[in-house]
């Protein structure tokens, strides 16, 4: 069923809540957009830009690394400082009140935890973090922008537009940005994420998997799932005969396999959403 009146879509995820919950709900970029964090696919599921780094480019070469970090230094701070919105906040009050399960991320701006979710599955990692491809040694992405920016002042002084996850739109000669290597063994740093071209461990998909299910159903909010990583868990819900219910302004890969699909703005349809599972619980008599 297709639906793009928030009201009628609203009034179709309070029925799935309340007859199939808890649901376990998979997000993507578009929760986070009224976070003021930029999505890198339009509504057609296309690249708004040129496609996000790759793992293998980003081991193989300090040029790109040279790149990755200029552009950081101006792109991260926006991930870094953003804040939870309504739709965050009114997910962390649904698993408190087991309407919703477990939620597995594609976001690595750890919104979902500061808007105090606690059952959260960083599919792609996060952002705010650093590991060592040498050592293993965990680190605060903020040391590492903070030694960029010592390191580089030059380039602190720019102010390109910012871009997806914690990128920005500055393109030149970066040959002179010094990148900073792990304080232990001098390895080579990279943020704790998954970057395109990477797996998602495989026990992490396994968590998420379970979490599937051992749930009602796949509510989707705010992803094209083009990415198979996210794919794979409306593909689980379908083989499983669960509810598949896509929230999402634009075409997702899953549009044919879904047994609902909610075209309307998130966080309206999420609110009134909300208004209507009160209402039913004032009038339900115990
Ligand atoms: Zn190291």
Same mark, same amino acid.
């Given at each position: %069923?297709?639906?793009?009146?928030?009201?009628?879509?609203?009034?179709?995820?309070?029925? =799935?809540?309340? *007859?199939?919950?808890?649901?376990?709900?998979?997000?993507?970029?578009?929760?986070? $957009?009224?976070?003021?964090?930029?999505?890198?696919?339009? &509504?057609?599921? !296309?690249?708004?830009?040129?496609?996000? %780094?790759?793992?293998?480019?980003? %081991?193989?070469?300090?040029?790109?690394?040279?790149?990755?970090?200029?552009?950081?230094?101006?792109?991260?701070?926006?991930?870094?400082?953003?804040?939870?919105?309504?739709?965050?906040?009114?997910?962390?009050?649904?698993?408190?009140?087991?309407?919703? #399960? $477990?939620?597995?991320?594609?976001?690595?701006?750890?919104?979902?935890?500061?808007?105090?979710?606690?059952?959260?599955?960083?599919?792609?990692?996060?952002?705010? *973090? +650093?590991?060592?491809?040498?050592?293993?040694?965990?680190?605060?992405?903020?040391? %590492?922008?903070?030694?960029?920016?010592?390191?580089?002042?030059?380039?602190?002084? =720019?102010?390109?537009? @910012?871009?997806?996850? #914690?990128?920005?739109?500055?393109?030149?000669?970066?040959?002179?940005? &010094?990148?900073?290597?792990?304080? &232990?063994?001098?390895? @080579?740093?990279?943020?704790?994420? @998954?970057?395109?071209?990477?797996?998602?461990?495989?026990?992490?998909?396994?968590? !998420?998997?379970?979490?599937?299910?051992?749930?009602?159903?796949?509510?989707?909010?705010?992803? *094209?799932? +083009?990415?198979?990583?996210?794919?794979?868990?409306?593909?689980?819900?379908?083989?499983?005969?669960?509810?598949?219910? =896509?929230?999402?302004?634009?075409?997702?890969?899953?549009?044919?396999?879904?047994? =609902?699909?909610? @075209?309307? !703005?998130?966080?309206? /349809?999420?609110?009134?959403?909300?208004?209507? /599972?009160?209402?039913?619980?004032? /009038?339900?008599?115990?």
């Amino acid at each position: %069923m297709h639906i793009n009146d928030v009201a009628q879509a609203s009034a179709a995820l309070h029925e =799935l809540l309340s *007859s199939e919950g808890p649901l376990t709900v998979l997000t993507g970029a578009g929760i986070s $957009t009224d976070s003021g964090i930029p999505a890198y696919r339009d &509504h057609k599921g !296309a690249w708004k830009s040129a496609p996000p %780094m790759q793992h293998r480019e980003y %081991m193989a070469s300090n040029q790109a690394r040279q790149r990755y970090w200029a552009r950081s230094l101006h792109g991260w701070p926006r991930l870094y400082y953003a804040k939870p919105n309504a739709a965050h906040q009114l997910l962390t009050q649904w698993q408190a009140q087991g309407l919703i #399960g $477990t939620i597995i991320t594609q976001n690595v701006d750890g919104l979902h935890q500061r808007a105090g979710s606690n059952d959260v599955i960083n599919l792609h990692g996060d952002a705010n *973090s +650093m590991i060592c491809m040498d050592c293993g040694q965990r680190s605060p992405r903020l040391d %590492m922008h903070e030694r960029c920016l010592t390191l580089n002042p030059s380039y602190a002084s =720019l102010s390109p537009q @910012v871009g997806p996850d #914690g990128d920005a739109f500055l393109e030149g000669d970066f040959s002179d940005f &010094h990148v900073p290597s792990c304080l &232990h063994c001098s390895g @080579v740093l990279k943020p704790y994420v @998954v970057y395109f071209g990477d797996n998602v461990p495989r026990p992490r998909v396994e968590r !998420a998997q379970q979490a599937l299910e051992n749930s009602g159903g796949l509510l989707v909010i705010g992803s *094209s799932l +083009m990415v198979f990583s996210g794919f794979r868990f409306a593909r689980q819900a379908q083989q499983a005969a669960k509810p598949l219910a =896509l929230l999402n302004f634009g075409t997702t890969r899953a549009d044919s396999i879904a047994s =609902l699909k909610l @075209v309307a !703005a998130i966080i309206p /349809t999420l609110s009134n959403t909300d208004a209507l /599972t009160r209402i039913a619980q004032a /009038t339900t008599p115990n």
